[in-house]
């Protein structure tokens, strides 16, 4: 009997150490996507069950043979506990400051989630060309220099126009809608009158039709009312020791989501409606606006090194059971597209397709929108050519330009 009971309990922990390791094998992907901690706790998983499964055995093999007593297993164990409890509570405290690291760094905002990077300064500037590119992370991120295509369009404007009195404000921030443009505008940009507002948005208000994601707390809403964005981690906040378990429960024998094809999207409503009240209190100041496409690399056949680089999609429009299919975002792309193209000719707003001029690339993007170096000079050069050319411009040249051009007619014409 007792030789059985040897044989027999190092089995069934075998076996059980087996199936548990087993289970890491199927991680959830989101979670490894969104949350880099979840890989270090995958491969501790992954490599701490063999591990410990063998140093159990090796002690109860050296317990049976008398080569240790029970007292140093316990003691054994209980400074393994003690180890845990300082590491889980050093992590804690880790957890909380970077928590509120981001709340001193005023990272969130009431109303807009996170706070808009505005106004723009610029007193002193009369008779300058004062231009406000509004948008998302794809206005906002700049490159490894600092630089975003609007500071690189401020560049080529100034080159273009032989004159520094051009001032291009970058006030894009990552998630923001145009419902987020629309306040930020309203509050921030519109009081400092800009000569010329540019609007590139598409991406953060597709994704707010996936309701059914982590982001969404209920059915899709008119004001997007429903879809919580950065805010999610002042919500969804927990003790450290439970984000471990969630965490690593998570990546145990993860069931795959259903991929679903969506064909309605009712926030397209909320766009048109948000674009247009921009243009109309725009209109109302005389101020210029010019709407951009969206660049992106969403197209029907795409190959799996690039599927895997659409970090948009495999985070934001991913929730607990279901997640988009890459053609959803493509017809939701096409579709944006087209309520766009509707809004520039009913309101006669110059359209500048900056989409079509960027290759549906990894060349030319780091996941679904976000560019490369190439891409940074591509939309920069496509945006300044669309205002150059457009005869928008015209009457808002800085006073410069127009004193000079002035002078020479006079001479010409004494």
Not at 152 to 167: K, P
Request: charge should be positive; glycine fraction near 6%; charged fraction near 20%.
């Amino acid at each position: 009997m007792a030789q059985f009971k040897y044989t027999a309990v190092p089995a069934a922990l075998v076996a059980a150490a087996a199936f548990l390791w087993y289970g890491f094998l199927f991680p959830d992907p989101y979670l490894l996507a969104r949350y880099p901690i979840s890989r270090m706790l995958l491969w501790a998983a992954r490599l701490g069950i063999p591990v410990l499964t063998l140093l159990a055995l090796v002690l109860a093999a050296a317990l049976v043979k008398g080569r240790i007593r029970r007292s140093d297993l316990f003691l054994l164990a209980g400074t393994c506990i003690l180890i845990l409890v300082f590491a889980v509570t050093a992590g804690s405290v880790f957890y909380n400051r970077t928590f509120q690291n981001s709340r001193n760094n005023r990272l969130y905002h009431p109303y807009l989630q996170l706070a808009p990077p505005g106004p723009p300064d610029w007193s002193g500037k009369t008779g300058s060309l004062r231009i406000a590119c509004l948008g998302g992370s794809t206005t906002e991120f700049k490159d490894d220099s600092g630089r975003g295509w609007p500071e690189r369009l401020e560049q080529i404007l100034r080159e273009r126009l032989g004159t520094d009195s051009v001032s291009v404000f970058n006030g894009g921030r990552q998630w923001y809608t145009t419902l987020h443009t629309l306040i930020n505008y309203q509050s921030h940009i519109r009081p400092v009158k800009p000569d010329v507002i540019i609007i590139m948005h598409t991406i953060n208000d597709l994704l707010h039709n996936a309701d059914f994601c982590y982001f969404s707390r209920g059915p899709f809403r008119q004001d997007y009312g429903h879809f919580t964005g950065p805010v999610s981690r002042i919500i969804d906040r927990q003790g450290f020791a439970a984000f471990l378990w969630k965490t690593t429960a998570g990546l145990w024998h993860h069931k795959p989501r259903a991929i679903i094809s969506q064909k309605d999207f009712p926030g397209l409503a909320s766009f048109r409606r948000n674009l247009n009240a921009i243009i109309d209190w725009a209109e109302r100041d005389g101020t210029a606006v010019f709407l951009l496409t969206q660049p992106n690399l969403y197209k029907p056949e795409m190959t799996q090194e690039e599927q895997k680089s659409l970090y948009m999609l495999n985070t934001e429009a991913v929730g607990p059971s279901f997640q988009w299919s890459a053609e959803t975002v493509c017809l939701g792309f096409t579709l944006y597209r087209e309520t766009l193209e509707r809004i520039a000719e009913e309101r006669s707003v110059p359209l500048i397709d900056v989409e079509k001029e960027i290759p549906k690339s990894l060349d030319y993007f780091t996941d679904d929108v976000h560019y490369t170096m190439e891409a940074f000079d591509r939309v920069a050069g496509c945006v300044a050519s669309g205002l150059t050319e457009s005869r928008v411009l015209e009457s808002r040249r800085p006073v410069s330009l127009k004193t000079a051009a002035t002078g020479i007619a006079d001479s010409a014409n004494p």
